[in-house]
């Protein structure tokens, strides 16, 4: 057991100051990218508020609405190869928007295991960031309180993700 006057593990050595690290950190900056969101038809009640999410903060960020391209799919399973093709046509940044809710059989478990692995697959091979918006939540009301309800919005989170990996991208010459 650590006394109290021990820093707590993983902090560093004793005097350990960041300010002396040369730091990275990419900003929610969206002047002059480009953006493509993906969203899944299926569940669209929850699917279309992430999409709200998602267009609104790319604006807040300063993409142009000229440069945000909205596509749609016909649900999570096809969000993949969908990303992979917005990947190929040079966006600066991906937002996936999707909603799996658990059912009674193991369907659930494919289909949003599907979905997250093969987006980061896209992200891993092509370099361009793809935010995350796939709930997978047990209901439906658990999914309409992350999409723009008392949790937040999870397509604004996955827009703003996506907007700071790409300025991190540019800052380490990516």
Known sequence: MRSGSEPPRGDGPAGFTRGRLKTYEGAASGGGRTVCIL????????????L?????????CGVAEEDVDVVYVPGAWELPPAARRAAARGYAAIVALGCVIRGETAHFDHVGRAATDGLAKVQLDSGVPVGLGVLTPDTMEQALARAGGELG????????????????NERLGA
């Open 153 to 168: 919005n999870a397509g604004s989170e996955a827009a703003r993700a996506a907007l700071r990996m790409a300025d991190l």
């Open 39 to 50: 969203v899944s038809r299926f569940n669209s009640r929850v699917t279309e508020r992430l």
């Open 52 to 60: 709200e999410g998602a267009a609104r903060t790319a604006f807040e």
